[in-house]
C-alpha cells in the first residue's frame, strides 16, 4: 500500500478551476486498489470546495500543514497570536499591501483587497493572463468576505497579494518570526504571497498522518507543481512534480509528468504504479 500526498492548485485542480475527470478516475482506482491518498494542500479549509471534497480523501492537511485532519480526528490545529496579527496587520497596512486571512471558520478580505481582485477578473490582459483563468479566481473571490475586524481567533495563515513593496523586503523583516513563501498563486502578481506560523510545513502534516496510520516513509509519494512543495517532494520517497512544475521542483523529482491540464495527475498515477489504466482514455 502506498500513502499519497497531492497537493491542490496545479496538481489536482487544472487551470479553468476544475478536477480533470481522468484525475478522479485515478484518485479512485487508487484507492481501490488500497492505496491511500491524502490532500496536502496550502488552501484553507473554506477554500477546499465541496467539489473537491466529494472525490473521497482520506485525510486532510490543509494550511500548509498548520490543519491535519483524518478519520473525523483533527490532528492539529494552529493558530497565529493576537499579537502576531497585529504586528503583521500594521505592517501591512503601512505599506499599502492588500491580503486576506485564511481561518477554518472563513476567508477575510482587508479593505482593498475586493477591488484588486476584481481587477484582474475584469482585465486579465493587463496581468498577462488568459480569460479563462479569472473563472476559477471570481469563484475564489465569491467565497471571501469583507470585514472590518480582521482578529478572528483561528487565522492560520495570511495571503498577500501584489504590490510595489518587494517580497526580500517583507522575507528580511519577518523571517526569523514567519515562514514566507513568495508567488504561490502566480496570478496574484509580483511581490505576492503568503506568510505562516514559524515551524509550518507540510511535512509536518505528512508526518503526523504517517504516525497515525504508522505508515512507511519508504512508500510515500508526494505530487506537486510549486516551490511550496519542495520540502514533501524532498521528503517522501518518490517526488513527482507536474509539467507545469516550477523549474526548481522539477530539479528535486524523480519523476516529470504532465501539465495539469493534459490529464497530469492521472498520468503521475500510472508512472507510480497507483494505477494500471489509462484513465484519460476511459470514456465511462
Known amino acids: 500500500m502506498k500513502t499519497v500526498f497531492l497537493d491542490i492548485d496545479g496538481t489536482l485542480v487544472a487551470d479553468k478551476g476544475i478536477v480533470p475527470e481522468s484525475a478522479i478516475k485515478a484518485i479512485k482506482l487508487a484507492q481501490r486498489n488500497g492505496h491511500k ?5 496550502g488552501r484553507a479549509m473554506p477554500e477546499i470546495y465541496p467539489f473537491i471534497l466529494e472525490i473521497g480523501f482520506d485525510g486532510i492537511i490543509a494550511c500548509g500543514g ?42 477575510y478580505m482587508s479593505h482593498g ?8 477578473v475584469d482585465f486579465p490582459e493587463q496581468y498577462g493572463l488568459h480569460p479563462d483563468v479569472t473563472v476559477s479566481l471570481s469563484h475564489f473571490k465569491n467565497h471571501m468576505t469583507t470585514v472590518d475586524d480582521l482578529f478572528i ?58 504516525d497515525h496510520y504508522d505508515c512507511d ?51 503521475a498515477f500510472k508512472m507510480t504504479g497507483l494505477i494500471e489504466e489509462d484513465t484519460w482514455n476511459i470514456s465511462n
Request: proline share 1%; hydrophobic share 40%; net charge negative.
Open 217 to 267: 516513509h519508504e512508500h510515500t509519494i508526494a505530487m506537486g507543481d510549486g516551490n511550496n512543495d519542495l520540502s514533501m517532494l524532498k521528503y517522501c520517497e518518490v517526488g513527482v512534480a507536474m509539467g507545469n512544475a516550477t523549474a526548481q521542483l522539477k530539479e528535486v523529482a524523480q519523476i516529470i509528468s504532465d501539465h495539469v491540464n493534459e490529464d497530469g495527475l492521472a498520468k
Open 66 to 107: 498548520n490543519y491535519v485532519i483524518t478519520e473525523g480526528k483533527t490532528l492539529l490545529d494552529r493558530a497565529f497570536t493576537r499579537e502576531e496579527l497585529e504586528e503583521l496587520y500594521a505592517y501591512f497596512h503601512e505599506h499599502g499591501i492588500n491580503f486576506y486571512a485564511e481561518a477554518n471558520s472563513g476567508l
Open 153 to 210: 481567533a483561528d487565522v492560520n495563515k495570511i495571503s498577500f497579494l501584489g504590490s510595489e513593496h518587494p517580497f526580500e523586503t517583507l522575507k528580511e523583516r519577518f523571517e526569523h518570526k514567519y515562514e514566507l513563501f513568495d508567488l504561490i498563486v502566480p496570478i496574484f502578481g509580483k511581490n505576492s504571497g503568503e506568510i505562516s506560523i514559524k515551524g509550518t510545513d507540510k511535512v509536518k502534516g505528512i508526518q503526523l498522518i504517517m
Open 113 to 120: 483587497c475586493e477591488a484588486q481582485l476584481q481587477h484582474i
Open 37 to 41: 491518498i491524502f490532500l496536502c494542500t
